[in-house]
């Protein structure tokens, strides 16, 4: 289920979330405007999974996939990245159109 708005959280690299970064085509400058952008869709995944997604400056909606560092703390390893999905976009246009 995936709920509205941005929440306080702070965000930590991974080696393997940028290399999915790259592969997928995504600017590192894309994926920030996406984790701290005014309007997002975020999915928890369990108690550790957390996947965001959010618009960038250019326009485009870009999905991250991270990592719950604690449960206690909203610190959060991103894992993955790809341009968003058309169920995403089709999502994304029913909360804000």
Same mark, same amino acid.
């Given at each position: 289920?995936?709920?509205?708005?941005?929440?306080?959280?702070?965000?930590?690299?991974?080696?393997? #979330?940028? $290399?999915?970064?790259? *592969?997928?085509?995504?600017? %590192?400058? /894309?994926?920030?405007?996406?984790?701290? &952008?005014?309007?997002?869709?975020?999915?928890?995944?369990?108690?550790?999974?957390?996947?965001?997604? #959010?618009? $960038?400056?250019?326009? *485009?909606?870009?999905?991250? %996939?991270? /990592?719950?560092?604690?449960?206690?703390? &909203?610190?959060?390893?991103?894992?993955?990245?790809?341009?968003?999905?058309?169920?995403?976009?089709?999502?994304?246009?029913?909360?804000?159109?």
């Amino acid at each position: 289920m995936y709920y509205s708005g941005a929440v306080p959280r702070d965000w930590g690299w991974t080696e393997r #979330g940028r $290399a999915s970064a790259t *592969r997928n085509a995504v600017p %590192l400058t /894309e994926v920030i405007d996406a984790l701290y &952008a005014e309007r997002q869709l975020d999915n928890e995944v369990g108690t550790e999974m957390l996947v965001v997604c #959010g618009e $960038a400056a250019t326009g *485009r909606l870009i999905t991250v %996939l991270a /990592e719950r560092l604690s449960p206690t703390v &909203a610190i959060y390893k991103i894992v993955y990245v790809r341009p968003a999905s058309e169920a995403e976009h089709d999502e994304w246009r029913r909360r804000y159109s």
